[in-house]
């Protein structure tokens, strides 16, 4: 499902169910050295998917730790994003020459909880989905969206994004979000969202140049 909305040139590996045992190497260890065994599970099991596209990128078994700041550390060279949510985990990686930053989210296809939504979006975004298909569930589409936004975003300046600073308009399988920051060396971004399985998935790769 996670292909679905990502380029060319970007490499993915998804996998569903109960999270597989996989081994960490000892670097990606201290991540989850203090974790209860399901976060464990899923830390492991999403850094499988990573090593899955890594190895389709040439690099076998490359290791993807965690930073002080609890950001996946890719291999020198490479530009990536991890997701997990109950029952998938998702990991997209790409060559850095070719790619500036890849962002993806999974959430599963629900309505945002009550109260949630004006936190995510602005009235112009809510004014904007009014006459979108409430099946959707646009404002989780939206929020997912933004989480795939701010997972470019935060590797290339280390600085926070809010949700107010990142106004996104749904196409039809497809997204732009404006920036209110700078940062990137563009205000626009361009992806592409995906609904299937009960859950929703949304991409986007920052092209160099």
Do not use: N
Request: glycine share 12%.
């Amino acid at each position: 499902m996670i292909e679905r909305v990502l380029p060319e040139g970007v490499e993915a590996a998804e996998h569903t169910g109960a999270p597989p045992p996989v081994p960490l190497h000892p670097s990606e260890e201290a991540g989850v050295a203090d974790a209860v065994p399901a976060r464990r599970a899923e830390y492991a099991a999403v850094r499988g998917c990573a090593r899955t596209a890594l190895r389709r990128l040439g690099l076998v078994d490359a290791a993807v730790p965690a930073g002080p700041d609890r950001a996946p550390v890719w291999p020198a060279g490479i530009v990536g994003s991890m997701t997990h949510v109950d029952g998938y985990r998702a990991a997209a990686a790409g060559r850095a020459q070719a790619w500036a930053g890849v962002g993806i989210d999974a959430e599963l296809h629900a309505p945002l909880p009550p109260g949630v939504a004006p936190l995510v979006m602005s009235d112009d975004e809510r004014a904007a989905l009014a006459g979108t298909d409430p099946a959707l569930c646009p404002d989780r589409v939206t929020f997912s969206a933004k989480e795939s936004v701010y997972k470019v975003w935060y590797p290339v300046t280390r600085a926070w994004l809010g949700f107010e600073d990142v106004d996104v308009r749904l196409g039809d399988g497809t997204f732009v979000a404006r920036l209110g920051r700078a940062g990137l060396g563009t205000r626009v971004l361009h992806g592409r969202w995906a609904v299937g399985d009960g859950l929703v998935v949304t991409a986007v790769a920052l092209a160099r140049g």
